[in-house]
């Protein structure tokens, strides 16, 4: 029977140690009298056993901020991990006599590391390992995300001591694109009058200008007298004039009615590739230069890039998904405003900024920015007392009505893309060719001419420049 109780018991110890995983049990390290004593690696906060084949008196740790230590018996100690570093242990004996010193290398526990990051991260190829004080992650990840949550988890494991080797697979490349669409619509509607009257009266002459038209304001109305019916005047757009005699006097009547419209279309499309996490721009205008006055009175020349701009950056987040930050502008001249300085006269600029991080898939796309702007501006004005007739106060009355709208449309879309041979892609101007001397001197063919149509006449429904199916 005490065979038997011994031998349950010591199955039992056996199962209890095969349960207990490899990285949890407790490491020893030997010192052997003649041998070379090799370093000893222990965890941090774990613990390692060192025993030595002959008692010793004395011990210390060079420095306890590191490991610290305790006795188990006069030839074994008990080593604990306290933060990354390197140290050295010694061991005297009962004479004073140099035992050995140990070198004492306490790393950051990459076993717990592996375990997390296997439960976090399934699936991804990650090589954990040490080196020096800190972490050393190395393979190729899936995506800048997955890579971003291993280094994370590394950095609570070793703060501020992981290397990152890591590389990132799949495509890196992101190429934008982006189209501008803008359209601006004006109406303008005006009518104006102006009454004159010349004769005499009486034996007085009589001499009348009124209305709020331009004969008002003092236009030579000589023309118009003297005569009937009707005249158009060529030199003015809108204008009509009406002239009449009865009697002694001679009337001239100057109606002006002016309607216009106008529409300007601008549609931009640039493309742009870039890497992941680098930035790239894009610039199609101009530069228009501004004189600049400096501290000592001299005059230099700054200039102020418009046009279409174009700053993004892209980022591969996971897989096909794409963090854009991104700011695009439309700008122009506006020689409606001017400033001066220095005696120079200088133009303002029309400037329709946004600036915006959005996040999307490959091909998919996104309105960043719309702007809807309608100015309305209606103006009625009469000659006092006179505009408030009945019927004849029409003559001296105008109106002016004008509206300007403009819309402004910005649509991003990205796509991943990868590099191609260069004779796979196809550039517009390669069915241009120049004219032959029989075709230029015998048929009047031009480069502008030929080129033109033979570009319109291109599918570019393929692989031509930047255009995209």
Known sequence: MRLKALMVAGLAGLAVCLAVPPAARAQTLRVMQGAATGPLSVPMNRAVVVESDQPFAELSIANPGIADISTLSDRSIYVLGKTPGRTTLTLLGPDGRLITNVEVHVTPDIAEFKERLQQILPGEPIEVRTANDGIVLSGTVSSTARMDRALELARRYAPERVSNLMSVGGTQQVLLKVRFAEMQRSVRKSLASSLAVNGSILGDDVGIIGGTGTLAQGDNIGGLFGGTGITSLNEREGALAIGFSAGGLEFAVLLEALESRGMVRTLAEPNLAALSGQEARFLAGGEYPIPVVDRDGGIFVEYKPFGVELVFTPRVVDGDVINLALRAAVSGIDPTVTVQNQGFSISAFRKRETSTTIEMRDGESFAIAGLLQDDFRDLAGQVPWLGDIPVLGALFRSAD???????????VTP???????????????????????????????????????????????????????
């Open 401 to 411: 009505y004008n509206r300007q709208q403009s819309e402004l449309v910005i649509i």
């Open 415 to 469: 796509h991943l893309v990868t590099p191609t041979r260069g004779e796979a892609l196809a550039l517009p101007t390669d069915r241009v060719r120049p004219p032959t001397e029989r075709g230029l001197f015998l048929f009047g063919q031009v480069a502008g001419t030929g080129a033109a149509g033979e570009v319109a006449r291109q599918d570019f429904g393929g692989p031509y420049g930047y255009v995209m199916d």
